[in-house]
């Protein structure tokens, strides 16, 4: 979970990118350009035997193995991600009726290592303490991804525990890796944690509604806030991956209530040009001006305009009334997820099939047994300390999750409702606490460049509102088209 004013390169990661960037194809004396091509383009180039899955997962394998010694960014790959292409490709051949429905089928994706597979690949968080647990099962995001054919490429980096161990280690780090390659992604987000790793990384983030995707084998912070969700290159890929992955899963019950969200025909049908038109949008200035920190104003005012040219009706000058408390103290949340936490990463561990820890407890012990490993000494494991010395949901925190809810209800939600919003405007992730504790969804699109350093402006909505933060997303993204593909040449390594 990273706190919007320490969020940095947190989950995710310059995925797709690099990856993109360089190959070219020659089939049949014809060209296919991998280079930014998006899913539909993939897609085409398949249908049109201009391309293999095989191929596409080849691409990507030497990407990582020439960027990652750099980049860190892929934690482990996966040893059968070619003969799945290959599984694919046959497919597709076949005509196998897989192979036709879905716009996943044979496109490699990478998960974050928090979001568990039953295969080849460990499942860790990011953390040593994990490495040879056995999960019981694929994640319920997985499942999905399967059943829709895509190839599970590999694992990618995260802040270590999801940024829940300390808050001492720079963000991002873990200690088995740190940074990315692949077409599209998935990511979760506590606080955060799509969001502003896409913002930062000139990429698309759709922060579902809590319970909208499966959290069941997901390395949890607190499924009060947790949610998994697309990182990818432009909203229609985010969209098409959010199709697959959104839906009931018998292990994550939130996701049974949440499923009457789903539109009847899927998300796609909401990637319209014409998206912002009508729609109401508020601006809540104090986001744009977090501790004194002004947020790029010349790129976001600029982009009030692109707003208004596409039709949207801007609110301007609103007011959230306990700012301060959710934004600079944040302490009620902090109480809330310390303790939530341990109830549910115990239950996390508890049941894998096999596992060197199996509770909070265990986890210290491992920290401090293997402290440098783990540099415990240099970024200590102050949450982990904190969170164990909960016990489960007393007075403190029932004060602290009324305060939550208070919030949601007095600070967004009435906020959305009351002005007739269809969408609140942020800068980079700074939304992301309101959406976290609501429950509610986002989606951060490339707005521009800041120094050289990427922006994206994002858009929350109240809980179900994926088809019109979609709408909106796609209408502005295509009024503006900002993402560059990334210069390897300006990394310092
Ligand atoms: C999983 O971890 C084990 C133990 O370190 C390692 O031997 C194995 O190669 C890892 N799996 C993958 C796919 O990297
Ligand atoms: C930003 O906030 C600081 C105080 O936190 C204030 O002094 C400053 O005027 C604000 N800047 C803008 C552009 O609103």
């Known amino acids: 979970m990273e706190k919007p004013n320490l969020h940095h390169f ?80 046959y497919e597709r051949k076949t005509k196998a009726p897989s192979a036709s429905h879905s716009k996943l089928h044979g496109i490699p994706i990478l998960v974050k290592d928090n979001i568990a597979t039953k295969d080849k690949l460990n499942t860790t968080a990011g953390s040593y303490a994990l490495l040879g647990s056995v999960v019981p099962r694929d994640a319920g995001v997985v499942t999905k991804l399967r059943n829709a054919g895509a190839i599970i490429l590999g694992k990618a980096s995260l802040s270590e525990w999801s940024y829940w161990r300390s808050n001492g280690a720079p963000s991002g780090w873990s200690a088995r890796a740190a940074a990315n390659l692949a077409t599209v992604t998935l990511g979760t987000e506590t606080d955060g944690s799509i969001l502003c790793p896409s913002s930062y990384n000139s990429v698309v983030g759709i922060k579902p509604t809590n319970g909208l995707t499966s959290r069941a084998g997901v390395v949890p912070i607190s499924l009060r806030q947790d949610t998994v969700g697309p990182i990818c290159r432009t909203v229609s890929d985010a969209a098409y991956v959010l199709d697959v992955i959104a839906g009931i899963d018998q292990n994550d019950v939130a996701t049974t209530k949440a499923s009457r969200y789903i539109p009847k025909g899927g998300y796609a049908q909401f990637l319209r040009r014409d998206g912002l038109r009508g729609k109401r949008i508020g601006i809540v200035r104090a986001l744009f001006n977090i501790s004194g920190q002004t947020s790029s104003t010349p790129i976001y005012e600029k982009h009030f305009n692109t ?18 408390e959710i934004y600079s103290d944040g302490s ?20 894998l099939v096999a596992s060197p820890v199996r509770s909070l407890a265990d986890l210290i012990a491992f920290n401090n047994k293997n402290a440098k490993l783990e540099k415990v000494k240099e970024y200590g494991q102050g949450r982990f300390l904190e969170a164990e010395a909960t016990n489960g949901i007393g007075s403190a925190e029932k004060a602290a999750l009324l305060n939550l809810a208070r919030f949601a209800k ?16 942020a800068p980079l992730a700074k939304v992301s606490p309101l959406l976290a504790i609501s429950g509610s969804p986002g989606v951060v699109v490339p707005a521009g460049y800041d120094d050289g350093v990427p922006v994206g402006l994002s858009f929350g909505g109240l809980r179900g509102w994926e088809p019109k933060l979609i709408e909106m997303a796609y209408g502005f993204e295509q009024a503006t088209k900002i993402r560059k593909p990334p210069s390897l040449t300006k990394l310092k390594f």
Do not use: C, M, W
């Not at 609110?315 to 959230?320: A, E, G, Q, R, S």
């Open 10 to 89: 947190s989950s995710l990661l310059l995925v797709f990118l690099f990856t993109l960037s360089l190959g070219t194809r020659t089939t049949a004396g014809r060209k296919f350009s991998i280079r930014e091509a998006t899913i539909d383009d993939l897609q085409l180039a398949f249908k049109h035997n201009l391309l293999t899955s095989r191929q596409l997962v080849q691409f990507y394998l030497r990407e990582i193995k020439r960027l990652n010694p750099f980049l860190r960014a892929v934690i482990e790959v996966n040893p059968d991600a070619l003969y799945l292409a290959d599984k694919a490709d």
């Open 307 to 324: 707003l208004r040219k596409g039709g949207a009706v801007l609110v301007d000058n609103l007011k959230i009334p306990h700012f301060d």
């Open 332 to 351: 009620s949340e902090t109480t809330a997820l310390s303790a939530e936490f341990k109830i549910y990463i115990n239950t996390y561990l508890k049941e």
């Open 410 to 425: 007095d600070d967004y939600v009435n906020l959305v409702t009351k002005n007739k919003l269809d969408a609140v405007v």
